[in-house]
C-alpha cells in the first residue's frame, strides 16, 4: 500500500495536455499525517477509510489494465471515499517517536 501511495508512478491525465502521463502523486499533507497517525498505531476511522481507498484504487489498476488513475479514483469514491470524511488536518508530529 505504501508504495502504492509513495512511490509508484501511475497512468494520470495530464490537466494541461489531456495527455496520459506516467509520474508519481502528488503530495499531500492530509495523506502523510494520516499515515504517521496509522503508524503511530493512533490512526482515525477515516485514516483507515483512506486505506480502504487506495487498496480500492490499486485493485481497480491491476484489474483494468489501461485505465487510468483519475478512472480508478471515481470507482474507489464509489464505496470509499475518503475526501468526503472532512478535513483531517492535525499537524502532526513527526519529530516524535513512531
Known amino acids: 500500500m505504501k508504495k502504492h501511495v ?3 508512478e501511475h497512468p494520470i491525465v495530464d490537466y494541461e495536455t489531456g495527455g496520459v502521463v ?3 502523486f502528488d503530495a499531500d ?3 502523510a499525517e494520516a499515515w504517521i497517525r ?3 498505531g493512533n490512526g482515525l476511522p477515516e485514516d483507515r477509510l483512506l486505506l ?11 484489474e483494468n489494465p489501461g ?3 483519475q478512472e480508478a479514483h471515481r470507482v474507489a469514491n464509489e464505496t470509499h471515499n475518503w475526501q468526503e470524511s472532512g478535513p483531517l488536518d492535525k499537524r502532526e508530529d513527526i519529530e516524535g517517536e513512531w
Not at 480502504?52 to 491491476?62: N, P, S
Open 52 to 62: 480502504e481507498h487506495e487498496l480500492a484504487e490499486l485493485t481497480y489498476l491491476r
Open 22 to 24: 506516467m509520474r508519481k
Open 6 to 8: 509513495f512511490d509508484t
Open 38 to 40: 496509522l503508524r503511530s
Open 29 to 31: 499533507a492530509e495523506i
Open 67 to 69: 485505465c487510468t488513475y
